[in-house]
DNA sequence: TATTTAATGAAAGTTTTCATTCATTGGCGC
DNA sequence: GCGCCAATGAATGAAAACTTTCATTAAATA
């Protein structure tokens, strides 16, 4: 397959380059070796076959034939590559030239999610996330809404919550306009909003609207300062900085996935097995490659 | 002798710290082996007793009694100090304290996606990712598809990068399989597929076609052995663990955003602002309300 | 269903690596 | 000169790492 696209990347790293080109014919087992050296690119170096095949579960031969099958003389060839991978890495050390500027976008934006979902993890007070989902959970009917950006978040919001159980609709601007779907509203169910600057008038009408029909009112937004907030029941503030030149919704990103949690937290046990699970995983130890 | 001097230096980088303090003692051919350690310290850690001998020209005999006379148990104790101070020098970017081994799901989510892009951030191929950029900028019609949690990630990445100018439609199955959509493809487009488990073979059979057709295939995957990562021109790997209880799409969104921005590198100095921005957010400044 | 093939782990075999023992060398004081 | 001792390397032993073989099981094919 197409030579020209990946002579490059396979002289650089050749154990990625390998791996694609001999994926298809990886056994199952193989595979999960494969995800967990690259995943542990920084360790691989210094494993040897039995902690390789205790962290993957494989035996030890099947480490072995893992090695040979993508083409290098044994495990102690392919570990050697990985010797040599690291210390050339090591030696062109800063050198990085024109990588620099690609890689910039990838790592100034990570560090951007990272510090926005550090922030909200400080910042989201703890007892009114329980009490949006609370509400959430105990609603009859559940809309979801945002313009823009926040459209895509309310679709996702909608999806997971959907997946859990509950009855939920995204009011959408295809057809008729999000006010005009709000005659189906009634006490008793809730809506949730997502507002992120540019902030839009419709947002704040729709809300004002449901809450005159006596349902709850949810506002995700970026700023307590927000002009929704006055307006609803519920506001999560959710860290969103540099949202004005990029479009990262990491940090609410987790805020949903962690609500859909909470919510799910009805099957309590199901939800504590969920977080002991990112626990492993946190650990370090991905002897479940998950 | 001064404990209170050495110790940070000790704990630091053992074997220097041990080496002076020691000193004194070693013999002539010890102490070219300590010279030789200390020159080499990149090589050390995967360098065999018989390796330094050969090199010292000291008997494995002597590279051994050195490594005991330094405070060592014996070779074996020095190489795995040496592996650890490597391990630690590279994996310096862990800032994650435990400190919140809270049972909240909020925490739990939020840490989870932390790690998730920080391993992404490590593990994604920098000429792979300007590659893919290079091509979706390039391209002169750009299709996006996803099933299921994936769709959500196809029609984000369409959003995004309508507004920065390029023609993408987001590939659906509202009306018309995706496939049949296909017959607008033309050589000089490209498709970017989102594939993400449970994998589902429409994907790979609308990347199959589209390859026939003479498009560049992009998919953005969780893993290097993914299905689909056979069947494309490009592919990113994105570090997605967890997802088989939650769906923190947080890396990839990062990821995605990254793209837009380095497709947007055309315009060199708007990406650029975008990172200095970034950076400025970071340094703790939020003077700057944005 | 019968047959073949591929995948896999247990266990045996091989090589490499590490540690110890022991004999030799060379310096140094008596 | 003689004995003592630290230093050293060769040889040996022990352990770990790596590879192969083989029987079993699961999957694919006829």
Redesign the pocket.
């Known amino acids: 397959m197409k030579k020209q696209a990946t002579t490059v990347e396979a002289a650089v790293s050749g154990l990625r380059g390998r791996i694609v080109e001999h994926g298809a014919s990886l056994?199952?087992?193989?595979r999960v070796i494969a995800d967990y050296l690259l995943a542990h690119l920084e360790e691989a170096p210094f494993l040897?076959?039995?902690e390789v095949s205790e962290r993957t579960?494989?035996?030890?031969?099947?480490v072995?034939?893992f090695?040979?099958r993508i083409g290098y003389?044994?495990?102690?060839?392919l570990?050697m590559a990985l010797v040599e991978a690291l210390r050339e890495e090591r030696g062109s050390g800063r050198r990085t030239t024109a990588s620099a500027a690609t890689q910039a976008p990838l790592a100034a934006v990570a560090r951007l999610a990272q510090h926005n979902i550090e922030a909200t993890l400080a910042s989201v007070d703890g007892s009114e996330f329980e009490a949006v989902a609370q509400q959430l959970a105990g609603a009859d009917h559940l809309f979801t809404f945002g313009l823009g950006i926040s459209a895509h978040l309310a679709d996702l919001a909608a999806y997971l919550f959907t997946e859990h159980g509950l009855r939920v609709n995204s009011l959408t601007t295809r057809y008729t306009s999000p006010r005009e779907q709000l005659v189906a509203l009634r006490p008793g169910d809730a809506v949730l909003a997502f507002s992120l600057p540019p902030y839009s008038r419709e947002t704040l009408e729709v809300l004002r609207e449901a809450r005159e029909r006596g349902a709850t009112t949810v506002v995700v937004t970026d700023r307590a300062t927000a002009p929704a907030v006055s307006l609803v029941d519920h506001a999560l503030t959710v860290s969103c900085q540099g949202m004005t030149f990029t479009s990262t919704t990491a940090a609410i990103d987790v805020v949903l996935n962690a609500l859909v949690m909470a919510i799910g937290a009805h099957h309590r046990e199901e939800a504590l097995e969920a977080i002991s699970r990112i626990n492993q995983i946190l650990e370090g130890d991905s002897s479940l490659v998950d």
């Open positions: 056994s199952p087992q193989q040897s076959i039995l579960g494989a035996s030890e031969a099947t072995v034939r090695a040979q003389k044994g495990y102690a060839g570990k």
